[in-house]
């Protein structure tokens, strides 16, 4: 294959100025490109984008304790463990202390705000209905063909 077997790459799209408005809010979408057609970012780019989360941020609500909620006995059913932690989290867990508790094995502790613990639930369920009752589902589709 070629370049000129794909289609040219659009430098910025336009938004028009009837476009739905984003999540109920009275402007419309920023018509300002990510990238300027040089390839470089504009020069307030930190700014608008701070600026985009704040507005964003502004109609959430925080999770609740019962969200946040961990049980260690679903903690480690998956193989992989994964956890996403903020800056503060992190930077508590940094200070705490690792405990050897033989020679193979070693304790370490981690704090967790409720947003943390709440993701890392929230990604649970995102995985069991999303990927593993579909790979069920595909599994009991190919058995029934």
């Known amino acids: ?3 000129a077997d794909f289609p040219p790459l659009k430098k910025h799209v336009q938004i028009k100025e009837d476009a739905p408005k984003d999540l109920g809010n009275s402007k419309p979408l920023s018509n300002t490109p990510p990238f ?8 307030n780019f930190a700014r608008d984008k701070q600026s985009f989360l704040e507005e964003r941020a ?3 609500q925080m999770p609740t304790a019962e ?3 961990l049980v260690p006995k679903y903690l480690f059913d998956d193989p992989v463990f994964i956890i996403h932690m903020c800056s ?14 033989d020679s193979e094995y070693q304790k370490i502790e981690l704090k967790l705000c409720r947003i943390c613990r ?3 639930n929230c990604q649970r369920r995102i995985k069991f209905f999303k990927h593993d009752l579909l790979c ?3 599994k009991y589709d190919s058995r029934n063909v």
């Open 1 to 3: 294959m070629s370049a």
């Open 36 to 43: 300027e057609t040089d390839g470089t970012r504009p020069k």
């Open 58 to 60: 502004e109609h959430l």
């Open 67 to 69: 969200e946040a909620e």
């Open 88 to 101: 503060s989290c992190r930077n508590m867990s940094r200070n705490l202390p690792a405990f050897n508790l």
């Open 118 to 120: 709440a993701t890392y």
């Open 136 to 138: 069920v589902r595909r």
